[in-house]
Nanobody
């Protein structure tokens, strides 16, 4: 069974930076495709970023390109989402997701992921 836990949310001012951490545990966790999604109040969950098992390829939502970086440490079973220049519209619950398989194409749809964390709240004030 795969377990996913997020850490690092909080309340910050616009323009600040925040780092989210995801810990994913399970069989062959170093082969997982990992993703971050977010859900703002009253909105559907949306894609933020994804990273291949090897860390060699990443994909970002257009709304966040240039402001976020996703990285992973397979030795520690962790994925990090570094967010910079945060805006009030980035306020949302951020979710880490796992697709437990090798991939050759980035996975950006919610239904392509099998395991989810409970989410961590990020609040950005103006």
């Amino acid at each position: 069974q795969v377990q996913v836990v997020e850490f690092g949310g909080g309340s910050v001012q616009a323009g600040a930076s925040l780092t989210l951490l995801c810990v994913a545990s399970g069989p062959n966790s170093d082969t997982y495709t990992m993703g971050w999604f977010r859900q703002a109040p009253g909105k559907e969950r949306e894609f933020v970023a994804t990273i291949f098992w090897s860390g060699t390829r990443t994909e970002y939502a257009d709304s966040m390109k240039g402001r976020v970086t996703i990285s992973r440490d397979n030795a520690k079973n962790t994925v990090t989402l570094q967010m910079n220049s945060l805006k009030p519209e980035d306020t949302a619950v951020y979710f880490c997701a796992v697709r437990p398989s090798f991939e050759i194409h980035p996975r950006t749809r919610e239904d392509e992921y099998d395991y989810w964390g409970q989410g961590t709240q990020v609040t950005v004030s103006a």
